[in-house]
């Protein structure tokens, strides 16, 4: 299983083109995805109602792992270690990413520039 980023699926979203997507590519090689619920909250915040079918059905064929207390704890962790190094990263990366590492899954990303911060986490980029 693969954990899908925000903005591996907004690519797909917006390109008229979807085999030229990183998303098209990525269900050439993999059989099973899921995302976090934060994504799903980001992509759903951000739409309107001429996009929410689209979502609805693409987040049917897709399960949505919660971000639960173990998550938020780990999270909370990772801000305190950036910030001591006077790094910053966005909560809802953060928790994407802990949401890849406590269940030992790649993250599919095409923000390799943030994910790559964070330790033990094993991205798949273009």
């Given at each position: 299983?693969?954990?899908?980023?925000?903005?591996?699926?907004?690519?797909?979203?917006?390109?008229?083109?979807?085999?030229?997507t990183f998303f098209?590519?990525?269900?050439?090689?993999?059989?099973?995805?899921?995302?976090?619920?934060?994504?799903?909250?980001?992509?759903?915040?951000?739409?309107?109602?001429?996009?929410?079918?689209?979502?609805?059905?693409?987040?049917?064929?897709?399960?949505?792992?919660?971000?639960?207390?173990?998550?938020?704890?780990?999270?909370?962790?990772?801000?305190?270690?950036?910030?001591?190094?006077?790094?910053?990263?966005?909560?809802?990366?953060?928790?994407?990413?802990?949401?890849?590492?406590?269940?030992?899954?790649?993250?599919?990303?095409?923000?390799?520039?943030?994910?790559?911060?964070?330790?033990?986490?094993?991205?798949?980029?273009?």
């Amino acid at each position: 299983m693969l954990l899908i980023d925000t903005s591996v699926l907004i690519e797909y979203f917006r390109k008229l083109k979807k085999d030229e997507t990183f998303f098209y590519r990525l269900a050439e090689t993999h059989t099973a995805f899921c995302i976090s619920t934060i994504t799903k909250y980001e992509i759903l915040v951000g739409s309107n109602a001429q996009q929410d079918g689209f979502w609805q059905k693409l987040f049917e064929r897709i399960p949505a792992i919660p971000f639960d207390d173990a998550a938020a704890m780990e999270t909370v962790l990772i801000r305190k270690e950036m910030k001591a190094k006077s790094e910053n990263l966005g909560f809802e990366d953060m928790a994407i990413a802990v949401t890849a590492r406590q269940k030992g899954l790649s993250l599919a990303t095409l923000n390799e520039k943030h994910f790559k911060k964070i330790a033990n986490l094993t991205l798949v980029t273009r």
